[in-house]
């Protein structure tokens, strides 16, 4: 039984999140209204997931995410976005935060997110005294497009990281998110060019679409690259697809708090903020991200309330 801690001051919120995630009869919802009630919580009993709202009265969601990643690293941390909010987000998710879904969307998006968070969380917790030895590991891939081998990959890469230099849990699985995300890219805009702006006008279309081409020339014969090469002080990733690529300098900042609730950015943004470095290739259809290793040390708790 997965236990998911919903965290939001509003009834009503807490009521629309737990009808969402009780459709899931394998998930066990708890709940609390502020961050403080939170971490009490926690001390009676570890979620496998804290899902918290931002704006809250007393330890805010920016607040939580602190002490979380302080107290309990291992545990994923996802947030709930409203208008007004864009700004803590960015900020949640440099600090620790795995990923987010706008309340405005919970009904669609939540328990597709949190599979994925869960996932990713759950494929990095191994290790090995023989890995923790090695010193370096060049890898790469030349996989057909299809979604079922995007898991396999992050995986398999995050497990490498993981056994080679045993890194905080909520850097794996925000490494794991960023790798995801740029495997999906690869996927839906490039191979099978589908774009990100069909998702925000037409949901249901945009996925209709990509369904189709997946099944037809020249789309579903192209495939995706992934070249990484990991050592104990950083990790090299580039994924490239087979699509005809775009302008990057036409991307919208992602940073920017008013692009946070867009489709057309989230995995953007996911990327630049999980990872250190990320540049395009001229064509736009090769992504190289790096991630270097993380001093461990406790981040300072934010002061702002509400």
Known sequence: ?????????????????????????????????????????????????????????????????????????LIPVLLMTNKGSEEVAVQALQRGAANYVPKRKLVRDLRPTIDRVLQISSESRSGSRLMNRMTMSTTAFEIENDLTLIPAVVGYLQDIVSRMRSPEESELLRTGVALEEALLNAYYHGNLEVSSELREQDHSLYYETAESRAQVSPYKDRKIYVHAEITKEQSIYKIRDEGPGFDPSSLPDPTDPANIERPCGRGLLLMQTFMDDITFNPTGNEVTMVKRRQCAEAPVLATASS
Do not use: C
Request: aromatic share 4%.
């Open 1 to 73: 039984m997965t236990h998911i801690l919903v965290v939001d001051d509003s009834e009503t919120d807490r009521r629309l999140a737990a009808g969402v995630l009780r459709k899931n009869p394998e998930w066990k919802v708890l709940f609390a209204s502020d961050g403080e009630t939170a971490l009490e919580q926690m001390e009676l009993h570890v979620p496998d997931l804290v899902l918290t709202d931002l704006q809250m009265p007393g330890m805010n969601g920016l607040q939580l995410v602190d002490r979380i990643r302080v107290d309990y690293p």
